[in-house]
T-cell receptor, first 119, second 110 residues
Framework: DTGVSQDPRHKITKRGQNVTFRCDPI?????LYWYRQTLGQGPEFLTY????????KSRLLSDRFSAERPKGSFSTLEIQRTEQGDSAMYLC?????????????????FGPGTRLTVL | AQSVSQHNHHVILSEAASLELGCNYS??????LFWYVQYPGQHLQLLLK??????LVKGIKGFEAEFIKSKFSFNLRKPSVQWSDTAEYFC????????????FGTGTRL
């Protein structure tokens, strides 16, 4: 178990370009979450998957954002036509599915994040 | 809608001082509560969590938190802080049913 990994760790891009981030969850974790964190704020939920199904999307996730988890393992988050307001840390987390009393299965573990800077 | 408030944005303490960081939440149902810590240059790590049962939960590195349902609070405590506790601390909430997302507070920098 090597933890949640994210790639790249840093991305600098020009406004209007497309960017894609990757997240590899903890092995056998069937839930995968994306969050965004801006300076001075806590992480904000964007979307989550259970296996390959995207089950919830936040209103923060505009049409320029798309996330996939095609085989129920790794996930990608793409931002099209980036804007300066997209500059943030993009965090990925994973967990197992379990009943509401199951503490371990309802605990999310976070990766190191991808810091995006849009110039 | 659910929300989490952390009123202390920045706390400065001397080593060996006692620590208490406030966390209040707003949600109409039963919740799971978490404290995460982010050390400089590192990713978010779970410090402790409350799901049910004993409202006083103990976490790693000598931290503990107490869930007070009547006050909608989940304050984090440590009797004697060390320089290595310098970090940002986030309180988070997840409803027991129907919603899988974590809602975070804005964090407290220690």
């Amino acid at each position: 178990d090597t933890g949640v990994s994210q790639d790249p760790r840093h991305k600098i891009t020009k406004r209007g370009q497309n960017v894609t981030f990757r997240c590899d969850p903890i092995s056998e974790h069937n839930r995968l979450y994306w969050y965004r964190q801006t300076l001075g704020q806590g992480p904000e939920f964007l979307t989550y998957f259970q296996n390959e199904a995207q089950l919830e999307k936040s209103r923060l996730l505009s049409d320029r954002f798309s996330a996939e988890r095609p085989k129920g393992s790794f996930s990608t988050l793409e931002i099209q036509r980036t804007e300066q307001g997209d500059s943030a840390m993009y965090l990925c987390a994973s967990s197992l599915v379990g009943g509401w009393r199951n503490e371990e299965k309802n605990t999310q573990y976070f990766g190191p994040g991808t810091r995006l800077t849009v110039l | 809608a659910q929300s989490v408030s952390q009123h202390n944005h920045h706390v400065i303490l001397s080593e060996a001082a006692s620590l208490e960081l406030g966390c209040n939440y707003s949600y109409g149902g039963t919740v799971n509560l978490f404290w995460y810590v982010q050390y400089p240059g590192q990713h978010l790590q779970l410090l402790l969590k409350y799901f049910s049962g004993d409202p006083l939960v103990k976490g790693i590195k000598g931290f503990e938190a107490e869930f007070i349902k009547s006050k909608f609070s989940f304050n984090l405590r440590k009797p004697s802080v060390q320089w290595s506790d310098t970090a940002e601390y986030f309180c988070a909430l997840k409803p027991n049913f129907g919603n899988e997302k974590l809602t975070f507070g804005t964090g407290t920098r220690l």
